[in-house]
Every structure is written in C-alpha cells, then in structure tokens.
C-alpha cells in the first residue's frame, strides 16, 4: 500500500478531531462523492477520513449491519471493505468451527476473525499491514473481543512459530502486485498448496477461503488435506469458496451447496466421487421442472441431485430436471408446466398463445436470452417462466412454466 494511506490510517486510528467526528454523524447517509465535491466548505473537517468513514458504514450497512449499528466503528478504505466477508457469510463460517485455539493468518478488516473468535477461548488474529491491525484491535475491544491477541506479521514466517491450534483460517489475497484479480490458489498469497504441509502441521483442521471462480475439483487435487468444500451462495448469488482440510482420512471429500436466503437456508450435500453415477435421462418433460440453485451448479452436483430426489434430467449439459409429483422442499427454483414447444413458428405461437411477457432462461441452448426475447416478441417480467433448452434426444424445446 502506498505512503498516503499509511499516514492516512494513522491519524484515522489515533485520533478523528470532533469536527470530523460531527460531520460524519450529520451526514453519514449522504453521496460521498458530493461530499469530496463541497469540501472547501468545511475548513475544519478532514474530509478524506470523513468520506472513507461515511463510505464504510454505508457498506457496512449492506453487508455487515450488526458493525454499522455499533458506534465508534473506525472503517478501512474501498478495498478492504469490497473484499471483508458479509455478516451473513460469516456466521456460516463461524457456525463449522469450534474449540480451545483460533488463528486467523489473513486478518484484514478482520469480520470473519471477529465471529469465529466468538467460538474459542484463545484466539489470534494475524495481518502484516500495521495499519489495519490498530483498526482490529480497536473494532474488536468495541464488542468485548479481548481475549484475540492482535499481531503484526507475515502469516508465512510466523505459521512455523505458533503452537498447535484446534482451527486455522486464512483468507489469502487474490490480487497480483499490480492490483490485478487472480484465482488459481498458487497465484494468491499467501500459496496454501506449497504451505500445505507446515499448515496442517499446525493445527487439526484448516478453514480456507476461496475465490468462487476457482475450480474445485483441481483445487482438491492441488491440495492433500480437502475432507470438506463448502460452496456458500448468498440469495443465490455466489459469494465465496471453503475448503476444510483435515487430518483425518475420510472416504471421500463432501460437498455442501448452501444458499443463505431471507426466507431461510437451502443445503444440499453429498460426496464428490458420486457424481460418477450417471443419471436417468428424458426427452419428455413431466409436470414440474426444477433448476438448481447456483451453489449446487458451481459444485457441480447434478447427477446426485438427481439421485437424491429421484428425478429424470433433461440432458447431461441441461442441468434441469422434472418429476410427476412436487418436490416441495427442492434446493432451487420448482416450477409448473403449462406446456413444451418444439422450436417450430406454428408450435410456438400455439404454446405461447396471447403471452406478450414472461422470464426467459437460456439452459444449454444456442441463443441468447437477448436474441430469443427478440424473436419471441416477448417482454420481460410478469408470471411466466419460459426455458429454451435441449433435452436429451438433442432435440431443442420451449417450456412454458408458472411458479
């Protein structure tokens, strides 16, 4: 990080003067880049701390709102706030982990440290930028987290120097040096598969963070230690990848797909070396359809989806399924059909009827959802859901579906 920041997070954490201080709280649901716009206004007010704090507890109440309702919260610049876990997130990950000791390697803003901590008599959070460690350690006294022993380091030359822990977890950074996005686990750091070895020397079980992009099925084979990979979506958006490596043998490495959402929590697990087993496949589509949340679909269980709830898939790259009776509690989205077109003029227009609005979902098919509303003439929304896609004779068909 450069000097300015530095200097910046200095003064941030050892004092903010009480005209800044009251200019944040009058103004803290303003658009900060009008704020930067009028700070000649303000003589008294240091408005570069002014805006990163406004600018956090924005974010924060977004994304991790019990930190944004607690008073004297000090905020990181941009980057560490778009990279921080959400609350919701974090609890999952503090919900796996237990026990007497607690490492954290890669603490930054420090949120997923904070609320797994909350499980261990013992806990230690580790960061190598000086600067954000001040912000931990103040955060962290803010909710009572005293027993986390804040330390200043590079997680690589101090992980040989801690004692045995029951957990670690580690975050590592997934930017290049020129602030460039990576994923593959050897281009971030800190490199879990060349510290593999010394890591597992270390502790029982190991928590690792993911990118939701990298690839799990070569992530588990870089890596000696995989028993567990969590794929943790957020209202059925992917958020982030956890592998639990332990010492332990198992028979197989578990996957469990778990999209957090408002109305409660859909999961779905099962091991990694079932998805050899191939399913049944259909050309003829029953009463429902079913598509899968994207946990599931980043995992890649489809043929023991299938297996589990007894359902016929519609073709190997489809990635949707159907059934004659209701799957109630099925981990996506179900749906009713109303009716299957062949992808012929005449049989659409009799399918489609007087429907001019409808939600259109491209599944293994050759045109865009773009292009095909064009062609169909159909606007987007209402209570119609059409799915173009192929079944497995190969043969392409619109289905007509209601929630």
Not at 104 to 109: E, K, Q, S
Request: charged letters at 25%; glycine letters at 4%; proline letters at 3%.
């Amino acid at each position: 990080m450069n000097r300015r920041f530095f200097v910046y997070l200095r003064k941030q954490v050892v004092m903010i003067d009480n005209s800044t201080k009251k200019f944040i709280q009058e103004h803290k649901k303003h658009d900060v880049r009008s704020l930067a716009l009028q700070a000649r206004r303000y003589p008294d007010v240091d408005m570069h701390v002014a805006a990163t704090q406004i600018e956090g507890w924005q974010t924060a109440c977004i994304k991790n709102p019990a930190w944004a309702a607690t008073d004297g919260i000090i905020y990181p610049p941009r980057i560490s706030m778009e990279q921080c876990s959400s609350e919701a997130t974090a609890l999952y990950k503090a919900s796996l982990a237990e026990g007497d000791s607690f490492t954290d390697l890669t603490g930054g803003f420090g949120i997923d440290c904070s609320y797994m901590a909350r499980n261990f008599s013992k806990a230690t959070y580790i960061e190598r930028n000086s600067e954000l460690c001040k912000i931990a350690k103040h955060n962290f006294a803010l909710f009572g987290l005293q027993h986390i022993e804040v330390r200043n380091s590079n997680s690589e030359d101090i992980l040989a120097t801690i004692p045995q822990q029951d957990w670690i977890f580690a975050d590592p950074a997934r930017r290049d040096d020129i602030g460039r996005k990576v994923v593959a686990l050897s281009d971030c750091e800190p490199d879990i598969t060349r510290i593999e070895e010394l890591l597992m020397q270390k502790t029982k079980r190991a928590m690792i963070k993911c990118s939701p992009m990298l690839d799990i099925t070569a992530a588990c084979k870089e890596l000696h230690y995989v028993s567990e990979v969590h794929v943790l979506a957020v209202n059925n958006e992917c958020k982030e990848l956890l592998f639990i490596l332990s010492d332990k043998e198992k028979e197989g490495v578990e996957l469990h797909c778990i999209n957090l959402q408002k109305e409660g929590r859909q999961q779905f697990c099962c091991l990694l070396q079932e998805e050899d087993n191939l399913p049944n496949y259909t050309a003829d589509v029953k009463e429902y359809l079913y598509e899968p949340n994207v946990a599931i679909q980043k995992a890649g269980c489809h043929n023991s989806l299938a297996k589990y709830y007894n359902l016929k898939k519609l073709h190997p790259n489809s990635h949707l399924y159907t059934s004659e009776r209701f799957i109630e509690k099925f981990p996506g989205r179900a749906f009713k059909v109303v009716g299957v077109s062949r992808f012929s003029k005449s049989d659409i227009k009799e399918m489609l009827g007087e429907t001019k609005q409808a939600n259109i979902t491209i599944r293994n098919f050759p045109e865009s959802v773009q292009t095909l509303r064009k062609r169909l003439k159909i606007a987007e929304g209402g209570d119609i859901y059409l799915f173009a896609t192929t079944l497995a004779d190969n043969s392409r068909v619109l289905i007509k579906c209601t929630k």
